[in-house]
């Protein structure tokens, strides 16, 4: 069965740092490129970022680019999301998806 659990999410004040983490299980993460997608409250599904399989590619939206950087470790079946320069308009549940979909972690930017 396949399971992405999203961690590393909360309230922080603009400008903060935060850094998700997603776990992954029931498939051969290291085969698999991988995804982070946001929802804010009220709107649809974005695209933030995605890396390949081995990790030596990535690609971001506008809208994050030069604040977010995603990793990953094939070693330990983990994909990140590193965002600094938080923003408001960075509120969301951000959800890490590849071989399926996490259940989600919320992101608050708010002083």
């Known amino acids: 069965e396949v399971q992405l659990v999203e961690s590393g999410g909360g309230l922080v004040q603009p400008g903060g740092s935060l850094r998700l983490s997603c776990a992954a299980s029931g498939f051969t993460f290291s085969n698999v490129a991988m995804s982070w997608v946001r929802q804010a409250p009220g709107k649809g599904l974005e695209w933030v970022s995605r890396?390949?399989?081995?990790?030596?590619?990535?690609s971001y939206a506008d809208s994050v680019k030069g604040r977010f950087t995603i990793s990953r470790d094939n070693a330990k079946n983990t994909l990140y999301l590193q965002m600094n320069s938080l923003k408001p308009e960075d509120t969301a549940v951000y959800y890490c998806a590849g071989a399926g979909w996490g259940q989600g972690t919320q992101v608050t930017v708010s002083s």
């Open positions: 890396i390949n399989s081995g990790g030596s590619s990535t």
